[in-house]
């Protein structure tokens, strides 16, 4: 099952998906910071982890946008969004993928020998195998809890495509609250309020209810038959499409702004 819900996406480049890597579900509440090197573009940045109770929050800091996180490892559900000088959100995703359709999920985890003391927590380092060789190469350097401390991305010849590594870090109970996205993000005026004064109303944009039938194809024995219903409420658009296999898809649009939801 592949479920998204998208106003636009969100990537980082020291993780696959933005959260850490966890072995088991016991992992302790924690706060921790990570400083982040970026060699792909010479970037430096922190990141900051907060966990509770298998949910992850984390936030990176670059330039003036915030990249934030919120996810359930072991539930492979992911919220990511973005905001503006701290403030204005900019996008958001939700990605709940099944780990064997997931591009960019696990297929294997291989232990090293390698073991280092980053921020002061003695961890040992382990390889996450996403794909086969040649294909870039995680590692995350875990502690004796199961707190990821440090990582990092290499290309497939070895040479360091990004790493992060431990500053700080608290053990202790964490919040829920600060763990779980905002109420806000899932609140339709955050997104379809509007962002300047409109012009008049053109006389050419009318207000319409429509309903379509559209065809894919013109052999009778391909039925991609769909019913489209359509309003106008200038500037808005609604459309809502209904497939013959049950598929329903739906898209509330502002052709001023052009911006909207689709699910």
Known sequence: MIIFLVIALATGTAHANGLPFFPNTNVPDYTAKL?????????????VVQHHNGWTHVEETQGDE???????FFQNILLSTVKKDGEEIKRFSIRQVEPSYDYLGIKQVKETNDVETVG??????????????PSPVWMTCLTSDGIEVATKVLFAKGKLMSEARLTEIKRGPVPEAEVLPPRQLFDASTWLKPLRTYPDHPPS??????????????NPSIDKTSEVRLLRHYPWWFRRREGTDGSIRIEVWNELENQGIVY
């Open 66 to 72: 915030t990249y934030i996180w919120y996810g359930h």
């Open 35 to 47: 400083a982040v090197r970026d060699t792909l573009d010479g970037t430096d940045y922190w990141r």
């Open 205 to 218: 944009a009318v207000d319409f209810e429509a309903k379509l039938v559209a065809r894919a194809s013109d």
């Open 120 to 133: 002061g927590e003695e961890c040992r380092w382990l390889q996450i195998v996403r794909h086969d060789p």
